[in-house]
């Protein structure tokens, strides 16, 4: 039995409208335009009413957006009123497809108006629920926990605040660091460490790494037993879940000027356990935001309460997980505790305001002494997401990256991951500036409309153009001497044909001596926030003491300050995700046992 809760989303107790018009019976479409093209449906009128909404075309994201337009579509039927709740989450491609729905009941002969005036009432009601584990967030740490944990026993409630599942996962790639066999848990925790290049900060935990991967064999083989497509790449070490029909679509229309386009895998892995979780009777509460914990007096944690239009609702539980995420949506959080990612453009979930790590902080939780921004990609459009979500720059990779003081620290082809950390400005935005001549601007995708929305006065999009370096240094505001300095020597590597500063291909040098010139800002598209609190080995809560708070644990990057270095460097955050929550799930699991 589907016990998928929509607490507080469309569900209504009573409704109280007058139909203004008739409309005529038949076939109507509608379109509007969404977060990622034009979204196209079709209704469907019997008796005067609306008996089906279908989607005939879009480019939505894949389980986000549209996911959204599904979900509005059979609101709008169950309900028939245009006034349902957006997805949260997903409100573009929400608001879009009540749009479409609109035009379509005015072509069918309805006042869209009057559609939108409807009301929808929700009765709430406070109660208690009773479970033997209930999980925080529904990401892919968190359905991972609630799944292991089902699986072995334990009655599972799985709260999410948001109207959809998946987290920021669900816009990865989905590819992570693990073991296939025991054989190999060594060599991908060597691997592991390797790829954390700069460890002058803060140190890579490899006993929590190796006590991590020890599991590796069984996470995989838990998500092989959902039916999950996935291929493992025994070279890196790398499992990486095949994209569904609709990612593929996704990815078909971004362009990239010469990195290849990343196909993203994790939504069908979601997807996959989603569906698993709903076939076995698991209770998922959409809509439902975590807000307190359930504290004893001897300091045990034995629920949560959570609020949603439905009302105030306490989950009682032998064990709760907090799978929430990161926090880099809270700028009063980030100011607080990691004040050099404020105001960072980031690309995590909507959801990711750090609500369980504030209740893990209130029942007694230890903050991580480390706390840093994820890396992301170079955007110079940070609202461009289907681009902010590909793992490689957009920029061609002949165009030279200068920081604020317009010296070249790194190879323009490296890579987002190997980037960040030379452009990490504690006062200031993480950015960079990409500086090229007529002969590179014309591969520069969208500079055109960079440099119409720069001139139009856009509070972010920054593109300039210049008769000289010179000019060039004075709009950007860096010194026109160091600048001058950096392009000149780049342009002997050029001529030399190796770039034995970076180390960037030959393929790639190209002189910047042909004017005009052009430097647009990219700024750096945090993934989240990583740090988060302490944990031992289970992803049990440590207090002050470094004892686990009874009851409580928190898995994924609520808990990653141990599992990277300085900076991240990719490919490690969602397996942390998977096999933390698998860990977790298996920790409770026991608890309930006993």
Not at 98 to 110: F, N, P, R
Not at 147 to 168: D, P, Q, R, S, Y
Not at 241 to 268: Q, R
Not at 304 to 325: D, H, P, R
Request: net charge negative; hydrophobic share 40%; proline share 3%.
């Amino acid at each position: 039995m589907k016990k998928l809760i929509m607490t507080g989303l469309l569900i209504i107790a009573c409704a109280s409208f007058v139909h203004a018009e008739s409309m005529s019976d038949g076939k109507f479409q509608g379109t509007a335009n969404g977060m990622d093209g034009e979204i196209s449906i079709e209704l469907t009128v019997e008796d005067g009413k609306i008996s089906d909404i279908s989607v005939l075309s879009d480019n939505e994201t894949a389980g986000v957006g549209a996911k959204a337009l599904g979900i509005i579509a059979d609101a709008v039927v169950e309900n028939q009123s245009l006034a349902v709740d957006n997805v949260s989450g997903a409100t573009i491609s929400s608001m879009a497809m009540k749009s479409a729905i609109g035009k379509a009941i005015t072509e069918a002969g309805g006042d869209e108006k009057e559609w939108k005036e409807r009301e929808i009432v929700v009765e709430p009601v406070d109660e208690t629920l009773e479970y033997d584990v209930v999980v925080v967030g529904a990401g892919l740490t968190g359905l991972t926990a609630a799944l292991t944990a089902e699986k072995n026993g334990a009655k599972v409630a799985l709260l999410e605040k948001l109207g959809i599942v998946g987290g920021t996962s669900i816009f990865s790639s989905g590819n992570f660091l693990a073991a296939s066999t025991d054989e190999l848990k060594d060599d991908v925790a060597e691997a592991w460490n390797k790829r954390n290049k700069i460890q002058e900060v803060n140190q890579v935990n490899m006993d929590k790494v190796k006590s991590l991967l020890d599991v590796s064999p069984e996470v995989i083989a838990l998500y092989e037993s959902l039916g999950a497509s996935f291929t493992y790449d025994e070279e890196t070490y790398t499992f990486c879940p095949t994209p569904s029909d609709k990612s593929l679509e996704n990815c078909a229309v971004i362009e990239m000027a010469d990195a290849p386009v990343k196909n993203k895998g994790c939504e069908s892995l979601i997807a996959s356990l989603e569906e698993k979780l709903l076939e076995d009777g698991v209770d998922i509460y959409l809509n439902t935001c975590a807000v307190n914990l359930v504290q004893e007096d001897d300091g045990a944690v034995t629920g949560v309460i959570a609020e949603s239009k439905n009302g105030t609702k306490t989950f009682m539980g032998k064990s709760i997980i907090l799978a929430t995420g990161d926090y880099a949506r809270n700028n009063d959080l980030n100011a607080e505790i990691a004040p050099e990612t404020v105001g960072e453009y980031t690309a995590t979930a909507v959801g990711n305001t750090g609500d369980g790590l504030t209740m893990a902080l209130d029942a007694g939780a230890v903050l991580h002494p480390y706390q840093e921004s994820l890396s992301g990609n170079f955007n110079a459009d940070p609202y461009d997401m289907p681009v902010v979500g590909q793992p490689n720059n957009q920029f061609p990779f002949a165009v030279v990256l200068v920081d604020r003081d317009g010296l070249r620290k790194v190879s323009e082809a490296a890579g987002p991951h190997d980037q960040q950390v030379f452009f990490i400005h504690e006062d200031d935005l993480d950015y960079a500036w990409a500086i090229m001549d007529q002969e590179i601007a014309d591969r520069f995708l969208n500079l055109e409309t960079y440099l119409e929305k720069t001139e139009g006065g856009s509070p972010f999009i920054k593109a300039y153009k210049a008769d000289s370096i010179e000019e060039l240094a004075g709009l950007i505001e860096v010194d026109a001497e160091v600048l001058n300095e950096t392009i000149t020597h780049y342009n002997e590597l050029c001529e030399a044909g190796e770039d034995t500063d970076c180390g960037k291909s030959a393929d790639y040098l190209s002189a910047i001596d042909e004017g005009p010139f052009y430097a647009v800002k990219e700024y750096d598209m945090t993934r989240g926030n990583y740090g988060g609190i302490l944990t031992s080995d289970d992803f049990e809560v440590l207090n002050e003491e470094g004892e686990p708070i009874p009851g409580l644990y928190a898995a994924g990057l609520i808990s990653s300050g141990d599992y990277f270095g300085d900076y991240y460097p990719g490919r490690e955050a969602l397996s942390l995700d998977a096999h933390a929550g698998y860990i977790a799930g298996m920790k409770v699991s026991s608890n309930t046992a006993e």
